[in-house]
């Protein structure tokens, strides 16, 4: 299919059929990153709206949007990061894809180098920095490397589609400060349109 023409509804029949046959994980990310590279290649695959800042509330320059929920748990959420944007290091608890379609992201890796012994305590060492551009596509793997704090370290927005394999605001997660090693559990809240239809 061209990507002139793949929209939200491919991907999420794609991804559903994918999801179906029961992947491995790499087939999962192999597979899937491949739908969601031709999403975000095409322009017009996301409503306008869902690229825009929300404008208001305590975050003007922020926007996060859920585009798909289903049942099976695959959830498709376009964010975007204002100029210095940033969230604090956490995790995800599900497998995850990040495409941008727009601008460019800086995402900073972590894992976790204490026993996971100590309740509300860890220690994180940095892996690695990454700069994302529009047509790729970050992974979020379960356990082993799904520790992240993002940043728009530049001048404009930044849009992205997320796509998890959980319904976010149903998994307990947990924030990590760097300067204190204290862990807070959080839970994703409603997102911008969701809280529009109120
Ligand atoms: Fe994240």
């Known amino acids: 299919m061209s ?13 559903n059929n994918l999801l179906a046959l029961g992947p491995t994980q790499q087939s999962l990310f192999d597979r899937g990153s491949r739908y969601l590279k031709q999403l975000i290649l095409n322009p017009n695959s ?3 709206t869902f690229k825009l800042p929300y ?15 289903g049942t099976n748990g695959l959830s498709i959420i376009s964010i975007v990061w204002g100029p210095g944007d940033h969230i604090d290091p956490h995790d995800h608890l599900t497998w995850g894809m990040i495409g941008v379609m727009e601008n460019c992201l800086t995402e900073t890796r972590f894992k976790r180098i204490d026993n996971h012994k100590r309740n509300g305590f860890a220690m994180l060492e940095k892996t690695r920095v990454d700069k994302t551009r529009p047509g790729e596509i970050s992974l979020l793997v379960p356990l082993s490397d799904e520790i992240h704090q993002i940043d728009n370290e530049t001048d404009r927005p ?11 605001s149903k998994l307990n997660r947990h924030k990590f400060d760097l300067k204190t090693n204290v862990v807070t559990d959080f839970k994703s809240g409603k997102y911008d349109n969701e809280l529009r239809c109120r």
């Open 3 to 15: 990507n002139l023409y793949y929209g939200l509804d491919d991907f999420v029949s794609d991804m």
């Open 46 to 48: 996301i409503e306008e």
């Open 55 to 69: 404008g208001k509330g305590p975050r003007p320059f922020h926007g996060s949007y859920l585009l798909h929920r």
């Open 158 to 168: 930044t849009v992205e589609i997320h796509v998890y394999g959980e319904d976010l």
